[in-house]
Each structure stands twice: as C-alpha cells, then as structure tokens.
C-alpha cells in the first residue's frame, strides 16, 4: 500500500502548512513513536483539519492498519460525541480543544495534536475497511462511508495516471481534508512521494497566497466557487508557471467559467480536467478534459479500471452505475457495520440520472430522487430549473416538489410570475394550479457547495405555511 511509503526518499518534503514542516523521514520517525503505544488494529477517529498535524495523524493511523474515521474539527460538540459513542474508538487524534472537551487522558503530542485514549476496547474489523467518511460533512447523523485500502490504493492510482501526477508535483488544498475530493489528492501525493501544501485559509486570504507564492504548487483544485475566488484574485490574468495541473468537481461548471479557465489552459498549455465522483466511489471515478469540446453537463468517462453502465433505461436515460475497485465496501451507522462482510460486488447506484453519446462519453441529466409524479405525469425537477434558466435569462433558479406541487425557487424578479407560471405550465403539460414560485434571498448549499433541495424545501413549506395562517387570521 502507498501509505508504507517503500522507496520514498526520506528527504522529500511530505506536507507543509503555514507554521510547520515534515518530511517523509520524520512521518516515519513520528509512526514509529505512536505505534509504540497503539501497537493493534484498531477504530482511530481523527478531528481534522488542515495542517501538518492532521495529516501526521492520517498517514501514521492507515500505515498501522487502523480504521480511520475522519471528521472535521468543527463538528458540533454533541455530532461527535455520538460518533464516539456509535463507533466506539479506541483512540482519538485531535487538538487542544477537543482534549478539553472530551476530557480523555492524553498519551502522546505532536504538531499541536494529541492522541487521546477513550477507554474503549479494541474489537473485531472488517480486514478491508480503512477510512470512514461521514456523509453529513461537518454537522447530521451518523451514516458513514466505508472505504476500503484496495479502493484507496486503485484511486489514488488511477486519477494519478489521469492527472500525470509525479514526485516533482504539489497540490495546495482549498477545502477540508474530511472532503474525499481533498483526501483524493492527499493520497495521490503519498503515493508518488510528492508534497501537500496544507491551509485552513480560504482563496480570499493572504495566508493561503502566502503559501502559494513561497511554495509554488502545480497542482489547484476546486469547485466553481473556488474559480471564481481565483478569477477576482487575477489568477488567470498571467501565466502562473509553477501552475501545470487544473481541476474543478463536486458541482456543475459554470459556461462562463469554463470558458475562462479552459482558455487560460490552453494558452499557457496546461492540463485542466473536470472531475466526476462520490464519498460512495473513493472520489472520482470519471474525468473530462477542458478540452473536450462537450456540453457544461458532461462528467467524461469512467477512470483507471472501473466502468459506468447505464440501468433501467427510458428514452435514452438511466441511473448511472459505478462498477470497479473503488466503490466503497457500504454505509455504516455504528460499530457493529464495521465488522460484517463488505460489499464484494464492487457496484455503487450513483443516483444520477444519465445518457451517453455515439462517442462513449456521459452525461447527467437529473437526479434519481428529482424526479416527481404530478397527476400521474412523471416529471424532471431538473428539466424545470434547466427550462427557466434558458428561457427566461435566469442565473438562479431551484425546483422542489412533491404530488400535485412544484416550487420554481429564485433569488431575484426578472418576469411576473404569471409569465413564469404560463411559460412553465407549457413546457410540463400541466395545470398552473400545480405551479409556486418563491423568492429567497441566496439559495442554500452545502459546505461542498452543492444545493441543499431538503433545506430549501422545508424552507418554502415554512414560507407558504407562514402565508396560509396570515390568510386565515384575515379571513
């Protein structure tokens, strides 16, 4: 496995943040040390962020053959003591904060972490699981993903092999570590040996560009949102030259940005891929070049040894299915989930909807879970925000519904509604009795800066609530 670190020059810098330093020589020298104390296989959860510290603690914890489960140090308080209580691990690696907090005694320090003891026992695991990644982010339940080393290895190894990465590359991180799409390229690092530059700094602050300009990655990654902080801060104004590897995932590129980025790549010949995944397929699992000349909705093909096949297909269309050494071994809520059987079949039902071209490359379309029935007629949620954008000129546009219901969610008034609604009832078919539309200030997203549709439906439920008791107290 690349975390054993075998033929590695010692000398190579491993990670940096914007206090410390270390090299492939002191994380052995450091693994050493801890597995004097945690000599078995056992449950690590790590509170992480972004910094030497944390990483020392990822790539020590996996060498050993431990469980890793990894979560942001931001957690709620009350989040991460059910994890501890549901998954019950042996240790914990975390900062100053935390040992306060959970008030555990501590047995070793390093680079501003301690290694906690919980007092749990240590119990029977799954021989193949290796990392556990909440699928909530920072805040939810306990539903976890478990990944496996062999998928571990395979995808570190396969978008390596896509990306061209090699010793002499860097990557410099723009969002938490507990994100796959973060510890994807962590991991591609490890195993050639090359170096993370680590921040908790976002692109709009002088420390990440302090990293930046003293350490000179050639490798940046994001999502639109990221590129677009790059775009105000002139990035793509001038040839960065260190800068040879471009990636953008976890949501839909936008046209404008694209195109932006695209040209830059092609002008000062770098390499720039969008990147299709899932916490569920260790990360990415298809790629897409800028280059290719494809709709903004396009994920590529399959990467490395895995493969996409298209099930219950309707007009051209189907749920997208990931067949391949990185699917992860399944969902765990607690302890008991980490020592049955994994899943052997090596299948994850991605939930997007998708169709394929004459030349081999996927598309997305919907969400298996946006689709709705409105008397009987099955109906995109997609399709609805994707019509209003294009015919009306609209930049935000967000589609929830249920039976009989559909809410045309937008930030800004461009048309009456009554011109929105006939244009709408059109396009479905139906009745503009089915139709509400709904103004919010900003759309909510998730941390990895993807639309929160639950968030945002329960929000307009409140807001027509609100009016159907205002209504009632005139009457």
Not at 236 to 264: A, P, S, W
Not at 388 to 395: A, C, E, Y
Request: glycine share 8%; with cysteine; charged share 25%.
């Amino acid at each position: 496995m690349f975390w054993k670190m075998k033929g590695i020059d010692e000398k190579r810098v491993a990670a940096i943040d914007n206090t410390d330093l270390i090299t492939y020589g002191d994380v052995k020298r450091h693994i050493e040390e801890i597995q004097s104390i945690t000599a078995e296989r056992n449950v690590v959860l790590i509170l992480s962020d972004n910094s030497v510290g944390s990483y020392l603690g990822y790539i020590c914890f996996l060498y050993m053959n431990c469980a890793v489960i990894l979560l942001e140090n931001t957690v709620k308080e009350e989040f991460c003591k059910a994890m501890i209580e549901k998954y019950r691990p042996k240790f914990i690696w975390a900062q100053e904060k935390w040992r306060k907090l959970l008030d555990f005694p501590d047995l070793y320090k390093k680079y501003g972490f301690y290694l906690l003891s919980t007092g749990h026992e240590t119990y029977t695991l799954n021989e193949k699981v290796g990392v556990i990644l909440s699928t909530s982010g920072s805040t939810g339940n306990v539903k976890c993903v478990q990944l496996g080393y062999e998928g571990i290895q395979e995808h570190a190894k396969a978008l390596g092999e896509v990306l061209e990465f090699t010793e002499n590359d860097s990557i410099i991180t723009t969002m938490p570590m507990a994100f796959v799409y973060t510890l994807s390229f962590i991991n591609i690092c490890i195993s050639k040996g090359a170096t993370v530059l680590l921040t908790n700094s976002n692109i709009m602050e002088k420390d990440f560009w302090s990293l930046f300009h003293k350490y000179h990655p050639t490798c940046i990654s994001g999502l639109t949102v990221h590129y677009e902080m790059l775009s105000v801060m002139k990035l793509f104004e001038k040839n960065c030259q260190h800068l040879r590897i471009l990636t953008q995932g976890g949501d839909v590129f936008g046209e404008k940005m694209r195109v932006k980025v695209t040209e830059y790549c092609r002008k000062y010949h770098k390499k720039g891929y969008i990147l299709y995944g899932q916490t569920e397929t260790s990360g990415t699992c298809g790629a897409l070049s800028f280059f290719e000349d494809k709709e903004t909705n396009c994920i590529g093909k399959a990467i490395g040894s895995g493969s996409f096949e298209i099930e219950n297909i309707e007009c051209g269309q189907g749920e997208l299915i990931y067949n391949g050494k990185c699917a992860m071994l399944g969902y765990a809520t607690g302890d008991l989930d980490l020592t049955e059987l994994p899943n052997v079949y090596g299948r994850v039902e991605t939930g997007d909807i998708v169709r394929r071209d004459t030349d081999g490359f996927y598309y997305i379309v919907g969400r298996k879970k946006r689709f709705i029935k409105l008397y009987g007629k099955r109906v995109n949620l997609d399709d609805i925000e994707n019509y209003v954008k294009k015919q009306f000129g609209v930049q935000e546009c967000v589609c929830v519904g249920e039976k009989e219901k559909v809410w045309v969610i937008l930030t800004e008034q461009q048309h009456s509604d009554a011109v929105l609604k006939e244009g709408i009832k059109n396009f479905l078919g139906i009745s503009d009795t089915m139709i509400r539309i709904e103004y919010v200030d900003s759309m909510i997203k998730s941390e990895s800066g993807k639309i929160s549709y639950f968030k945002l439906e329960e929000m307009v439920r409140k807001m027509n609530e609100k009016k159907l008791n205002e209504v009632g107290r005139i009457r």
